[in-house]
């Protein structure tokens, strides 16, 4: 099964490029049944998720993006959702505010990683960031200044027993997995003898 992120910020020198070839990556996925090994993408948990999909959608239309994939509701039994991808997004859009739980890939361009950084702040949730690029050093600099309880470089953000994992902000609370997240089910206590 592939995954959608929530946002992706490219920078500019390699947006091109890069929308190019995840447009052809999207527009390529199987929409339907996830009991079938074929499929890609399956049904959303609710109606209200899609009318809330196609409400983000709306907005960032309405608001100057561009939908350079349009997918959207299926004519079909179930919640089944294509694959939209979305230009030009801006930070005060849905699609950049809220989180969107679909297949909807809004991608904001930016000139440098201070522009990355401001904009990828610029929402109440920080659960993950997944930093991409060949130069190590400009990813743990990016890292470091991305408000998010995970950082991963160059993989997907996914958990792993051995490390803490959840969110700052609106993202969640405490942790869990690792030792970490055991010290969420215990109630840590002082004994003093002087």
Not at 87 to 108: C, D, L, R, Y
Not at 127 to 142: E, H, K, Q, V
Request: avoid cysteine; hydrophobic fraction near 40%.
């Amino acid at each position: 099964m592939e995954t959608f992120e929530q946002r992706f910020i490219v920078e500019e020198s390699v947006a091109e490029e890069f929308t190019r070839k995840f447009v052809n990556i999207a527009s390529g996925l199987k929409v339907g049944d996830p009991m079938d090994m074929d499929t890609d993408i399956g049904p959303l948990v609710r109606e209200q998720q899609i009318e809330s999909l196609e409400e983000q959608v709306r907005d960032a239309l309405s608001g100057g993006a561009k939908a350079i994939l349009e997918g959207g509701r299926l004519n079909s039994k179930g919640f089944f959702y294509s694959p939209v991808v979305l230009s030009g997004v801006t930070e005060n859009m849905k699609v950049q505010t809220e989180e969107t739980f679909g297949p909807v890939a809004p991608i904001a361009h930016v000139k440098n990683a201070k522009e990355a950084i401001s904009l990828a702040n610029a929402t109440d949730f920080g659960l993950g960031a997944s930093i991409w690029s060949r130069d190590t050093d400009r990813t743990l600099l990016l890292a470091r200044g991305i408000e998010s309880g995970v950082a991963v470089v160059n993989s997907l953000v996914k958990s792993d027993p051995r490390l803490p994992f959840g969110g700052v902000k609106k993202s969640g609370t405490g942790r869990e997995l690792s030792k970490f997240g055991l010290y969420e089910f215990m109630n840590i206590r002082s004994v003093s003898v002087f």
